[in-house]
């Protein structure tokens, strides 16, 4: 087998352009497969990016009412929705690659103003103590919710960027009041996402997809929640989890064990875990099922090249005929005649493979940086390419080999 | 008995027209002989030379190399014979182009399986035998016809084949150089390796200990050696 590779390499080299012009066929059918790909994973990776954060895995489950998220009205938590106690939270906890989970109260607020300036659609979290560091943010400037905010029910709260953005407009808010349903809150710190993470934006539907989220958010202890709203409401549950990839599975079960303890009349009262996941696969199958086609189309440049192949070992057998019957003079086997010639072709496509997935890497660079797609180079994608070149050369080597192996000894050393 | 040809028969089929090459030719060669197969051009010889060399089948008649019935035997048998039992010496050489001569004696050594170290050992010893040990490294491109004819006979050797198959080994050959192959073949015999040389040549055949003459597709009785120096003398 080494012999044979050595042989295959041996008689390549000593055909150079012959050779490269006969890979030139699966060079750029391999080139135009690795950067479409390139492409299709640059994309897909971005979408997914876009949508989960990187580095921030965290879920979040709320309650929905049919296909919507359950909307409070004056009359508190629906008969049959218990409160998220610490039992739930053990069980939920216990869950696989789940690292941190945190209860907390959500409602969107119009009420809130700082003087006369006000917040349209700003959210109001009621949060305790583990919240900020299961979603990863920390404390700016200022400081957190102390043992004491919670305990003593003081009218604390904590802005985020956009929020703060909102109702300060530039102005130093630690330690000013702002009013929420007309109770005031003292602004005690500024939080922020540890990692802080901008969409990337190179469309006007990415601007829409991803841009939703904009509107500032206000934290309060979970405790005075009630100063303000009532007791007994329906709580939001954030799960911070192992990997991006645990995302889905864990936000289920989680999930479940919520609604485990569900027993409400109404049916389509149930916690479901938004699939960030499932809604970055939607959009990337979408970009997909295009390039699919694309791909297709490169594939038949890859049959060409290989019926190119096939052309090339037809000459080379005939040229050295005299070789092959001096070859089975001498003791060689149909078997190493066949594995011969079997092992020029797949070494001549692999070649081609190799060559095809570096310009196809060097392509898609360029298409990157040309159309400022992203690319993200796809390991698996290569090593499939150059195996699959391989076969190519086995497929398309069969027949001239077992012409060469069926040659007649007397027949092929007679020849001149 | 190393080789046993009983009643071959061989026809070849030419547009419906069945043209017989060999008729009823018989020939026994015991171990250690040196003999010639001596023919003008059409004679059979060479139809004769690929019988023996298990590379082509008779129509009828029967063959034994060795002891081993070679007519039962299937294709893939025939190639380990060949590779095992018979070295093959052409008129043409026949060396790869592009391998050195170390590389082309060592080839039937792969075929056989041998481990590459081993291969390179036993290809030098046979290189060394016919006298080319420091030719190992030179492409055939680089040797002499003489030289290239050794190496040639280095290959048909280094699998201590039970009989040395030689087909004009001198054809291609200025005098001198043939004389030198002669030379070698005679020591090789000394040595106790059984030769089969085809030749038109009487000069070449001479050198053999028996001398069978073919005409026509028929074999004539062995002339000795010894007698044909008496008649020299």
Known sequence: MLENIRLSFKGIWSHKMRSFLTMLGIIIGIAAIIAIVSTIKGTNEQIKENLIGSGDNTVEISLYQGDWTYEMGYEGIPAGVPVINSQMMEEIKNIDHVVGASAYLSRQEYEVYHLNTSISGGNVLGVDNSYFSTCNYIIRRGRGFSQKDYSQFRKVALLDKDSSDALFQGEDPLGKTIEIKKEPFVVVGIVEKSKIFEPTINSIEDYYTYSQDASGKIYIPNTTWPIIYQFDEPQNLVIEVESTDDMTNAGKSAADILNSYVSSSDETLKYKAEDLLEQAKQIQQLSQSTNSMLIWIAGISLIVGGIGVMNIMLVSVTERTQEIGLKKAIGAKKSNILGQFLTEAAVLTSMGGIMGVISGIILAEVISRLSEMPVAISVPAAVGAVVFSMAIGIVFGVFPSYKAAALDPIEALRRE | ?233
Request: with cysteine; net charge negative; aromatic share 4%.
């Open chain 2, 1 to 233: 008995m190393i080789l046993d040809l009983q009643h071959i028969f061989k026809d070849y089929n030419q547009d419906k027209l069945v043209v017989p090459v060999l008729k009823d030719v018989n020939l026994q060669v015991e171990e250690g002989e040196y003999v010639a197969i001596m023919g003008p051009s059409g004679s059979g010889k060479t139809t004769l030379m690929n019988i023996i060399g298990c590379l082509d089948r008779p129509t009828s008649g029967a063959f034994e190399l060795a002891g081993t019935d070679i007519l039962t035997l299937k294709d893939k048998e025939l190639s380990n014979v060949r590779l095992n039992s018979i070295g093959f010496v052409f008129q043409s050489f026949h060396l790869m182009p592009k391998e050195t001569a170390l590389e082309n004696v060592s080839l039937p050594l792969s075929y056989a399986g041998v481990k590459k170290k081993e291969r390179k050992e036993r290809a030098l010893k046979a290189l060394t035998r016919v006298g080319l040990e420091d030719r190992a490294t030179f492409m055939p491109t680089q040797l002499s016809g003489g030289q290239k004819q050794r190496v040639a006979i280095a290959r048909a050797m280094v699998n201590n084949p039970k009989i040395l198959l030689a087909d004009e080994p001198t054809g291609a050959l200025d005098s001198k150089s043939g004389a030198q192959i002669m030379e070698l073949f005679q020591k090789l015999n000394d040595e106790g390796v059984t030769i089969v040389m085809i030749t038109h040549d009487s000069n070449i055949a001479s050198h053999a200990k028996k001398v069978y003459n073919i005409i026509d597709g028929e074999i004539s009785q062995a002339v000795k050696k010894e007698e044909t120096h008496e008649e020299e003398n």
